[in-house]
């Protein structure tokens, strides 16, 4: 019984310095990959758009503030211009309980 024990004990030093060496490896490891992650972001350029995954067949593109207002500033203007004076803004009527309840009970759950 003691040749078992010693040999579990043989068994247990040697994966004992096979996890330690192995741990010492993924902390190199991720030391490496952090020096480069630093290198790739300081040479990369700041994009104008970023790309956002919202699911996995999903990729929704967002642009920088500054984008955005040029583009509202410039279609108010356009608008502004085309409108008349005499027209008046048309406000949507407002929804009630029915016809909210209308629209949904037209849906078959199967």
Do not use: F, Y
Not at 1 to 26: F, I
Not at 34 to 44: G, I, P
Not at 53 to 67: A, G, I, M, P, R
């Amino acid at each position: 019984m003691s040749n078992r024990v010693d040999e579990l004990e043989g068994q247990v030093a040697e994966l004992r310095a096979a996890v330690n060496g192995l741990t010492e490896e993924l902390v190199e490891t991720k030391d490496r990959l952090r020096k480069l992650e630093a290198e790739a972001a300081s040479e990369a350029e700041p994009p104008a758009e970023r790309e956002t995954k919202s699911d996995d067949h999903v990729v929704v593109v967002e642009q920088e503030q500054d984008d955005v207002d040029v583009a509202t500033d410039s279609l108010g203007s356009d608008t502004a211009s085309e409108a008349e004076p005499g027209e008046a803004a048309v406000e949507p009527e407002e929804t009630t309980e029915n016809d909210t309840n209308k629209s949904t009970d037209d849906i078959i759950v199967a």
